[in-house]
């Protein structure tokens, strides 16, 4: 594994367990799941937050595609120079995400976002159940 | 099977990013094995519409 030489890192913002990492690391696993409800009329009651959680999306429960297995190989390697970076800005780091500076050995990571948006009345659309909505959208 | 790296000289000047999000990672550095995984659900697809009539405190 290389040696990272970085200059300067300018990073304005860190949020929702983000990180930024200077050294080797052996195994990095983040994890996002995230629910994200925009309601228009901005009224969120107590019953909303019930009926909006994790286990009432189905979406949330579906396992990601099988990855290929880590595949046996003789690896050699031969190394010269280390990388160089002079200057890295970055404005903003979010969601379990990771900046990274120097080697690292396994890495594994998910995400996993659901929008849902609530308008108050449809224009020329027919009023449906939102369970109704919700398995069309799983489907 | 066998693999053989040679790593030549890698040297960057300047890297602007703005924004890193959702487990995704910004490496500066070798990695031996990655595994990288994001699934979401985004309108249109999840709109729907309910008929809500929205409280506010009655003033005056």
Request: a negative charge; glycine letters at 4%; one cysteine or more.
């Amino acid at each position: 594994m290389r040696d990272s030489v970085v200059k300067t890192v300018n990073c304005q913002s860190t949020d929702n367990s983000s990180s930024i990492r200077i050294g080797d690391t052996k195994w990095l696993t983040p994890q996002s799941v995230a629910l994200a409800v925009q309601r228009e009329g901005a009224y969120y009651s107590r019953e909303f937050q019930e009926r909006h959680t994790f286990q009432y999306y189905h979406f949330m429960d579906q396992p990601f595609p099988k990855q290929l297995q880590p595949f046996q190989c003789k690896v050699s390697r031969q190394e010269k120079q280390p990388i160089k970076v002079g200057n890295i800005n970055v404005i903003g780091i979010t969601a379990s995400s990771t900046l990274h500076v120097g080697s690292l050995e396994h890495g594994d990571a998910f995400s996993k976002i659901k929008h849902v948006r609530q308008l108050l009345e449809a224009d020329d659309e027919e009023e449906v159940d939102d369970h109704e909505t919700d398995d069309q959208v799983i489907d | 099977m066998n693999v053989k790296f040679i790593n030549e000289q890698l040297y960057v000047d300047n890297i602007e990013i703005t924004g890193v999000s959702s487990s995704s990672l910004f490496l500066i550095g070798d990695a031996n094995h990655l595994q990288f995984s994001s699934s979401f659900d985004t309108p249109p697809e999840s709109y729907y519409i309910e008929n809500i009539v929205p409280v506010v405190p009655f003033s005056g």
